[in-house]
């Protein structure tokens, strides 16, 4: 899908040269993918401790 932003040349340049892509479309790919997986990285975490499986360890260890 095409789509024209308006994005300072210099953040663009410097985003290339830091993460070594080689196309604009490469690093904006790149960079809505790591925020995606960032967000949902985050929302896994919040989850922590809030779901009981009731599960004994130490009996699927078989200790």
């Given amino acids: 899908m095409r789509t024209t932003l308006d994005i300072p040349k210099k953040l663009i340049e410097e ?36 779901i009981d499986l009731d599960i004994d360890l130490d009996s699927l260890r078989n200790r």
Avoid: N
């Fill in 15 to 50: 985003a290339m040269e830091v993460t070594g892509a080689t196309t604009k479309s490469q690093l904006i790919k790149d960079a809505l993918q790591a925020r995606i997986d960032e967000v949902k990285r985050k929302r896994l975490i919040s989850l922590k401790g809030t």
